[in-house]
């Protein structure tokens, strides 16, 4: 397979592995409705750091990654910021990557070498990750996630028709580009889209996947009486009565109960032939399952998923000016440049995800991300959860700069309260790092902090069982035949007297007699031959704290 070179790549490309692991801290002040956050997270601070403080909790997990990086036309103002141990990056550092910048494009392949690898390691085995980009970086990004994913794992680039366009040249662009791409595209199932043609005008909404199983189906005694066709609002004088249940909900033109109920003559006649067991199909010829209200009272259908793929050419998805609209309703101005619009991310999401699925945007931006999940949620009752990472852009010339608290929090918590999302998130910022020189400084975690990535350094794996986690007797969890502890308090000076000593492994072996007892502790004061014979392992904190133990 071609390769792509560029300055920096030998530098840059393991530069993930030599990241430390941070702390995620929670800003409780700048949560909202954390009552109803349900996994939903915004993480201010640098999205390298934020990603790699991610993965003891989410690695494996992320169901859809959807992020909109610099597109490096030498006009956004974007500066190379990693510190990576090279003195030609060193150079780069702080410095705003501008046009006439001959270096430019390294520079950005750079900045998304490490990121894009570690977006992978957070992604499912069937996840799928889309990338926004524009001509500028797009045949340099191709063939970069080749080999980052691997070539084999492209789903496809697609083109989003901007419906406008701008002077470049001899010709008026007026396109993007959308590269996608699976963990391993052998385990995607195919994607398939409804038309959205209504049956009727004013027709059932619509959903390309089954709601879980609380919603309320249509059960065989359901009675229609009347024969006019039966809107919300325009029944006229006809006199109808639904019955779900043995629940009148509609009737006399009036409906007693908070759902939406539309239908005409053809849906009418639809649901009766459904109800009666025939083959049901909507005007576009394809087999309706079933017929249901959501959790909201909504009533949809259901098609059977046939041969219907989305197109790689997105020409009626959403408009760029749509992004702006947006923004303008929620803050009476435009506060950021040329966002997203939630359709378009809406539509992606909706390609890729189901019921309890987690999203991730890491170029979080004006939060669009998050909007477009909760709309997703509101309209097909679905649970998923959302995480955006954002840097606050703070300068020496605008220190008090926090895109992050001011746009990204500030859009989503307006979002809600406009649209009426019975929804909510956690705030955190990136924190201290999780290493041996911050350690010894004496800035520590918190234990539980701790110990998610101690668990997760150990098992390749995030701690499910986070209850059960216990500072007192230092436990932190099981893996397979072994149990894991971490001995170690959040203050400096007690932390130089902890160790693993006899009673401690006496009362560890006594309590998990035929399991293997691995143990992070700042010293060990017992003999090889009686940690052999016991089945004991240490791990010396900090200095060895990232070794793998093989649990």
């Not at 692991?21 to 993480?43: C, M, S, W």
């Not at 750091?49 to 690695?59: D, E, H, R």
């Not at 065989?220 to 066709?229: L, P, Q, V």
Request: net charge neutral.
């Amino acid at each position: 397979m071609p390769t792509l070179q560029f300055k920096g790549k030998n530098i840059i490309w393991n530069h993930h592995l030599s990241i430390p692991y941070h702390t995620l801290d929670e800003v409780g002040k700048q949560h909202f409705q954390p009552e109803k956050a349900n996994g939903n997270l915004i993480i201010e601070g640098d999205n390298l750091l934020a990603l790699k403080a991610l993965l003891p909790q989410y690695a494996g997990k992320v169901k859809c990654i959807y992020i909109d990086p610099p597109y490096n036309t030498g006009n956004e103002g974007w500066v190379y910021n990693d510190n990576a141990n090279s003195p030609m990056l060193k150079e780069w550092l702080g410095k705003e990557v501008g046009k006439d910048d001959l270096t430019r494009h390294d520079k950005w392949l750079c900045m998304m070498v490490p990121r894009l690898k570690l977006l992978r390691e957070l992604l499912k085995e069937d996840g799928v990750i889309f990338v926004s980009i524009d001509d500028n970086e797009v045949h340099h990004l191709r063939m970069l996630m080749d080999e980052v994913f691997g070539e084999e794992n492209i789903i496809a680039e697609l083109v989003w028709n901007l419906g406008t366009g701008t002077e470049a040249g001899h010709f008026t662009r007026s396109h993007e580009y959308i590269l996608s791409y699976a963990k391993y595209r052998s385990k995607v199932p195919y994607f398939a889209t409804l038309d959205d043609t209504p049956i009727t005008h004013g027709a059932l909404k619509k959903i390309s996947r089954a709601n879980p199983a609380s919603d309320i189906i249509f059960p065989s005694g359901i009675e229609f009486e009347g024969t006019n066709a039966i809107f919300e609002g325009e029944l006229g004088n006809s006199e109808k009565q639904i019955i779900v249940n043995g629940k009148m909900i509609f009737e006399d033109g009036k409906l007693k109960k908070p759902v939406t109920l539309r239908a005409g003559w053809a849906m009418r006649n639809q649901i009766i032939s459904w109800i009666e067991g025939k083959e049901t199909f909507d005007s576009k010829g394809q087999k309706v399952k079933r017929f249901f209200f959501n959790r909201q009272g909504i009533l949809w259908y259901e098609k059977e998923r046939e041969t219907t793929h989305p197109k790689t050419v997105l020409i009626d998805i959403a408009k760029t000016k749509d992004g702006t609209t947006e923004i303008e309703m929620l803050f009476g101005e435009k506060v950021m440049d040329f966002p997203k619009s939630s359709l378009l991310i809406k539509f992606l999401v909706s390609l890729t995800t189901n019921n309890n699925d987690i999203i991730l945007d890491s170029f979080a931006g004006s939060g669009t991300t998050m909007h477009a999940v909760m709309d997703l949620n509101k309209e097909d009752g679905g649970n998923r959860k959302c995480i955006l990472v954002q840097m606050t852009e703070a300068t020496k010339t605008e220190p008090k700069k926090n895109i992050c608290k001011d746009i990204t929090r500030e859009r989503v918590m307006r979002t809600i309260d406009k649209y009426d999302y019975d929804s909510g998130f956690q705030y955190f910022k990136v924190g201290i790092p999780v290493d041996a020189e911050t350690l010894l400084s004496g800035q520590l975690p918190t234990f539980k902090q701790f110990a998610d990535y101690v668990y997760y350094l150990c098992t390749g794996e995030s701690l499910k069982n986070k209850s059960a986690v216990n500072e007192k007797s230092f436990f932190i969890g099981e893996h397979g035949n072994s149990v894991i502890y971490l001995v170690y308090r959040q203050d400096f000076d007690e932390l130089t007297r902890l160790a693993l000593n006899l009673s401690l492994a006496e009362k560890l072996t006594a309590e998990h007699p035929k399991k293997k007892i691995i143990v992070y502790a700042p010293a060990c004061f017992l003999e090889e031959d009686y940690m052999k014979e016991k089945n004991i392992v240490y791990v010396g904190i900090p200095y060895n704290l990232f070794q793998r133990s093989g649990a």
